[in-house]
C-alpha cells in the first residue's frame, strides 16, 4: 500500500457513512435539532446551579454598592437563610437557625475591629510522669473597642443572643419601634444611657424593607454621640440598602442576601414573613393531634372526619 492509498482509506466523505447500511442515518435536521436541545438543557443546568448571589438584576449588582456595604457570599448562609424562608419551618426551629445566621453575619461584621496586646501565660505541657515543661509567655490580642449592641424591637431580639455569643462583654441597649406604612416610624421605647461610652454600636434587626425604621435608628445613635454605627441583618431590600447608602454613607452594613421587590406598603418578597411573629409564635397555631401518627393513618382519619 502507497501512503496515497492509506489516506484514501483513512478519510471518508460524509456521503460514504451516510450510505453504510450499518451506520445509523442522522439528517441535518434531526442534528440541528439535536444541537438546540443540548443547548436548552445545558441553559437550564447552569440556571438550576447558579450562585444564589449571582441572580439578582443589573442594578443589585455588588458594584452599585460602596465600601461600607458588605454582601454575604458565603453558601452556607444561603443554605439557612433558605430554611428561615420557608413556610414550613416552625418558631422553635426558626429562633434557632436564625442564632446560627446572627452569629456568622456577626463574625463577618466584627473584622475591623480594634484590638490590643496583652501579655499571655500559655498553658504548659507534659513532658514525663508529673513533669511539666517549663512556662511560656507569649503576646495575645483582645479586643479594644467598647462594643454596644442594639436590637430593634421586636425582631431584633431574635438576634441578640448570635451576636453575644461572639461579643460577651458587649451593652446591650433595646430599641422599640414601630412603623406604619406612609408614616415616620414612632419610637415607643429606649434603654439607651445618657452618655455614651461606646466605640461602635451594632445595630441588629433581621429585616430591612423600606429602611426608614433604620434610619430613624441610625439617627438617634448618632444624636447619642457612639463614633461607628454598624447595621447587620438578615435580609435587605436593593431599594433600602440604597436609602441607607445615600442618606448615611459613614454606616457600615452587613446583609446575608439581597431581595429586589419591595411592594408599595413596604413589603419586601419573597423575604421571611413577619419575623416578630415567626419567632415567638404569636400567630395562631393550628395544633395537630395527628402529626405523630403515619401519613396514611392520618390521611384514613381526615376522611373519616369528613365522612362524619
Not at 442522522?26 to 448571589?53: A, E, M, Y
Not at 412603623?179 to 452618655?195: D, N
Not at 444624636?223 to 454606616?251: F, M, N, R, T, Y
Request: contains cysteine; hydrophobic residues 40%; neutral net charge.
Amino acid at each position: 500500500l502507497t501512503w496515497a492509498t492509506v489516506l484514501f482509506v483513512g478519510i471518508s466523505s460524509p456521503t460514504s457513512i451516510r450510505s453504510n447500511k450499518n451506520t445509523e442515518q442522522v439528517s441535518d435536521g434531526d442534528s440541528n435539532r439535536i444541537f438546540l436541545q443540548g443547548q436548552q438543557n445545558k441553559s437550564k443546568i447552569q440556571t438550576q446551579t447558579q450562585h444564589p448571589s449571582k441572580i439578582m438584576t443589573e442594578d443589585s449588582s455588588p458594584a452599585i454598592w460602596n465600601d461600607k456595604i458588605h454582601v454575604s457570599k458565603h453558601p452556607v448562609l444561603y443554605h439557612k437563610i433558605t430554611i428561615l424562608r420557608s413556610a414550613q419551618t416552625q418558631s422553635r426551629q426558626f429562633r434557632s437557625v436564625l442564632k446560627e445566621v446572627t452569629y456568622h453575619l456577626g463574625y463577618e461584621a466584627t473584622a475591623n475591629l480594634k484590638t490590643q496586646d496583652i501579655a499571655v501565660s500559655v498553658a504548659s505541657m507534659p513532658v514525663g510522669k508529673g513533669i511539666n515543661e517549663e512556662q511560656r509567655d507569649c503576646t495575645g490580642q483582645k479586643i479594644a473597642d467598647k462594643v454596644a449592641l442594639i436590637p430593634i424591637l421586636r425582631s431584633g431580639l431574635g438576634m441578640t443572643d448570635g451576636m453575644l455569643e461572639l461579643l460577651p462583654k458587649a451593652s446591650v441597649h433595646h430599641i422599640g419601634m414601630y412603623h406604619i406604612p406612609g408614616a415616620r416610624p414612632v419610637q415607643y421605647f429606649s434603654r439607651l444611657p445618657r452618655k455614651c461610652s461606646s466605640d461602635v454600636a451594632f445595630i441588629v434587626d433581621p429585616v430591612i424593607a423600606s429602611a426608614e425604621t433604620i434610619l430613624a435608628v441610625v439617627a438617634i445613635l448618632k444624636k447619642w454621640g457612639v463614633p461607628k454605627i454598624h447595621v447587620v441583618c438578615v435580609l435587605a431590600s436593593k431599594q433600602g440598602l440604597l436609602k441607607i447608602q445615600e442618606s448615611h454613607p459613614d454606616v457600615y452594613v452587613t446583609v446575608g442576601i439581597i431581595d429586589d421587590v419591595l411592594t408599595e406598603n413596604g413589603v419586601v418578597l419573597p423575604g421571611l414573613g413577619d419575623v416578630g411573629n415567626r419567632l415567638y409564635a404569636t400567630e395562631p397555631v393550628v395544633d395537630d393531634d395527628e402529626s405523630l401518627l403515619l401519613p396514611s393513618k392520618r390521611k384514613r382519619s381526615v376522611d373519616l372526619d369528613l365522612e362524619e
